[in-house]
């Protein structure tokens, strides 16, 4: 199968078409899925959930980040059978969208981490943060804290507030892309990045079969990883190819 647009010397890669058709041509083991499926929470033509696309999802990485609201969440649980909940995180944007006047405003996305197989046999960076505090309560943490279970006994020692480094929290702010978005749901880099390098080692494969104007893959290539991208609207893999090669500078 032959991509729609790739740059080799950086190992990207987009395809055009249904993910559950290339996807399984492509045949590949990847470190990471990390991708923002149509949520089927509109009336719109684009926003229709794609049957089955999780199952296929399980057997193209042992690893998983994925944008959703907990209502497609909870509409879609079945779905996600194949896969292990370890995470949650919270993207706060600096503004929302609402289709109802008689709700709080919805400022927010959930992106929820899967997982099959053995969690410790993960790629997973421990997620830190400069705190600016130092000493005592929540100051910092052992970035040689030992690997556990996620759903085990909380360590002993985790916090010692020495270096000024914590915990990334997991409610993230980031501004979206409201006025800047070459696609209607298109995530920043600055939500996107955290996700994948905690996930996905350096250099190594991360696959978005919602690709749509080519974020994950723009990410992927500004953190030293390789990606594959799959987008069934031509006008976004247009878009995409355009992003990406804008990125590409010849200096020779």
Not at 133 to 160: L, P, V
Request: aromatic fraction near 8%.
């Amino acid at each position: 199968m032959e991509p729609y647009f790739e740059d080799r010397d950086a190992g990207i890669a987009l395809y055009l078409g249904d993910m559950r058709e290339v996807l399984p041509a492509l045949d590949l083991q990847a470190d990471l899925v990390l991708t923002d499926p149509p949520y089927a929470e509109t009336s719109l033509a684009w926003d229709r959930w794609p049957k089955g696309w999780p199952t296929l999802a399980a057997t193209a990485a042992l690893s998983m980040w994925c944008f959703g609201s907990m209502r497609m969440f909870l509409q879609q649980r079945d779905e996600f059978a194949d896969w292990k909940l370890s995470q949650d995180v919270v993207w706060e944007k600096h503004n929302g969208s609402g289709f109802a006047s008689d709700r709080f405003k919805r400022v927010h996305e959930i992106a929820t981490h899967w997982y099959t197989g053995d969690w410790r046999g993960l790629h997973h960076d421990v997620p830190t943060e400069r705190s600016g505090r130092r000493g005592g309560g929540e100051g910092g943490m052992r970035a040689t804290t030992t690997a556990r279970e996620h759903t085990g006994a909380i360590g002993s020692k985790t916090w010692d507030g020495s270096d000024g480094v914590r915990l990334l929290r997991s409610v993230l702010k980031v501004r979206s892309m409201h006025g800047r978005a070459l696609h209607p749901t298109e995530k920043p880099l600055g939500i996107l990045t955290p996700l994948l390098t905690y996930a996905c080692p350096p250099g190594g494969l991360v696959v978005d079969p919602f690709a749509g104007s080519g974020s994950t893959l723009d990410a992927a290539r500004q953190s030293g990883r390789r990606a594959i991208g799959i987008e069934a609207d031509e006008r976004y893999c247009e878009d995409a190819a355009r992003r990406l090669s804008a990125l590409v500078l010849d200096i020779a």
